[in-house]
């Protein structure tokens, strides 16, 4: 696995054996950061990483140079893989070892990007969307982006601005239009 862009573009990183993380392509990597940064500046947000896996996206945030990173995982190999990772990397990413709907449900913070790149099979992934606006965890204008398969869709979701397909991962975009009506550029 390795960072695609950002002050650490091209290093490689091995997250622990027989891990049960799915790591988010590379190319759906490049398409979804060509998405972002070409509508959010990602040297200002307040970044929240649910189902980190191995951490790759919260490394692209910060080898992009986002000041504030928050990553929760509940295998404990990748939380203790994520740390490591942060601290020999430099990045200011605060990692938390929870459920990620606990974590929802009591977290105090708002955030201006989310992602959630949860288990396809997830029981819960239709439920990520309506639990992230109940519990108000967007700022304003915030972004909260769902990575899934094919075999969901959210495009009846109002708050969904767009959909992206990458092959069988998908990103569906949804918005908190509290004080935004931008539509999303790039691919």
Not at 58 to 81: H, K, L, W
Not at 114 to 130: E, H, S, T, V
Request: charged share 25%; net charge negative; aromatic share 12%.
């Amino acid at each position: 696995m390795r960072i695609i862009s950002g002050i650490h573009k091209g290093r490689h990183f091995h997250p622990p054996r027989k891990n049960p993380a799915r790591p988010t392509t590379d190319i759906a990597k490049e398409g979804l950061f060509n998405i972002l940064s070409n509508n959010l500046d990602l040297e200002k947000l307040h970044f929240l990483d649910l189902f980190s896996g191995t951490g790759s996206i919260s490394y692209e945030m910060g080898s992009r140079a986002c000041p504030d990173i928050t990553s929760v995982e509940i295998y404990a190999p990748n939380v203790q893989f994520i740390r490591r990772m942060a601290e020999e990397l430099e990045l200011p990413i605060k990692v938390y070892r929870e459920d990620v709907f606990h974590f929802i449900e009591h977290s105090e913070s708002r955030y201006d990007l989310i992602f959630a790149g949860p288990p396809y099979p997830l029981k819960r992934l239709n439920q990520l969307p309506d639990l992230i606006f109940e519990y108000q965890l967007l700022k304003p204008g915030g972004w909260f982006v769902l990575e899934h398969s094919p075999s969901h869709n959210f495009d009846a979701d109002e708050r969904c601005r767009a959909r992206r397909n990458y092959g069988q991962t998908n990103f569906s975009i949804f918005i908190n239009r509290e004080e935004c009506e931008e539509e999303i550029s790039g691919n």
